[in-house]
């Protein structure tokens, strides 16, 4: 599976910008996608992961209510539609793709992804 991310850029706070994730290859064995992102000097961070089927999401709390993940299975893409940005949502961020069945729960951690895109740059000026 490749992953191609695209969508970020620089916004001003309070404003919006949409991610998108695009999957190629092996993408009917996909049972997860997740966003994640990693600041400059700080750990990487689960941001949101849906289930490719079914559509179940999972949020991180501290973007529970402004961000949005959603797939379109027919153009194989992940969508993360990112509102009232604030200057600390500022990082890098990843989209990566699961292959074995997790719970919930796992979701959250990167290891129980397979496969990762590169990354797009989110900046958010105060």
């Known amino acids: 599976v490749q992953l191609q991310a695209s969508g970020g850029g620089l916004v001003q706070a309070g404003g919006s910008l949409r991610l998108s994730c695009a999957a190629s290859g092996r993408t009917f064995s996909i049972d997860h996608m997740g966003w994640f992102r990693q600041a400059p000097g700080k750990e990487r961070e689960f941001v949101a992961a849906?289930?490719?089927?079914?559509?179940?999401?999972y949020y991180a709390d501290s973007v529970k209510g402004r961000f949005t993940i959603s797939r379109d299975n027919a153009k194989n893409t992940v969508y993360l539609q990112m509102n009232s940005l604030k200057p600390e949502d500022t990082a890098v961020f990843y989209c990566?793709?699961?292959?074995?069945?997790?719970?919930?729960?796992?979701?959250?951690?990167?290891?129980?992804?397979?496969?990762w895109g590169q990354g797009t740059q989110v900046t958010v000026s105060s």
């Open positions: 849906i289930r490719w089927s079914g559509g179940s999401t």
């Open positions: 990566a793709a699961g292959f074995d069945y997790r719970s919930s729960y796992r979701l959250q951690y990167g290891h129980e992804y397979s496969y």
